[in-house]
């Protein structure tokens, strides 16, 4: 992201390859924005310019400045996972979730929790109005070539 002509390269290989930029989802963590802040906005405005979408990955577990966060041209706000693991009974990881979860509503971004292995886990960020989850209750990782299969089986249930 510090890179003069990023959002140029990631346009034209979207372009070879025949991509529609809105497919493509980049994530930055906290720490890769706040090192050069105003550098990384202005890319990531180029970017959402050609039409890619950014998230914020690692939320509240860096150094970012509430300040910063509404001048991110963002699309998605993620709930690191080491404030997941503790759902639903670590108070503090609830009370940080659904803190995390309000304020990306509130900057109208969608949110996304990672990390979520449990039933319990799931109720509580639906409840919070969580939009979108990652983790071990979804998928253990696989190969990308059994992609197609888990994509066949899930959407006929």
Do not use: N, W
């Amino acid at each position: 992201f510090q890179q003069k002509h990023l959002s140029q390269r990631v346009a034209r290989i979207l372009q070879d390859c025949g991509l529609a930029p809105e497919y493509l989802e980049l994530e930055l963590t906290e720490s890769v924005v706040m090192r050069d802040a105003e550098t990384t906005i202005g890319t990531m405005g180029m970017l959402k310019g050609v039409g890619v979408g950014l998230s914020l990955d690692d939320f509240g577990t860096g150094y970012s400045s509430l300040s910063q966060l509404k001048h991110l041209p963002l699309d998605k706000l993620k709930i690191d996972q080491s404030f997941v693991r503790g759902l639903p009974d670590d108070q503090d990881d609830l009370a940080i979730s659904t803190a995390i979860m309000g304020m990306g509503k509130a900057l109208r971004l969608r949110v996304i929790a990672e990390g979520v292995e449990t039933e319990g886990q799931l109720e509580v960020l639906r409840s919070g109005g969580c939009d979108e989850i990652q983790g071990y209750l979804v998928a253990k990782p696989f190969p990308a070539s059994d992609f197609a299969r888990f994509v066949r089986e899930k959407s006929s249930l």
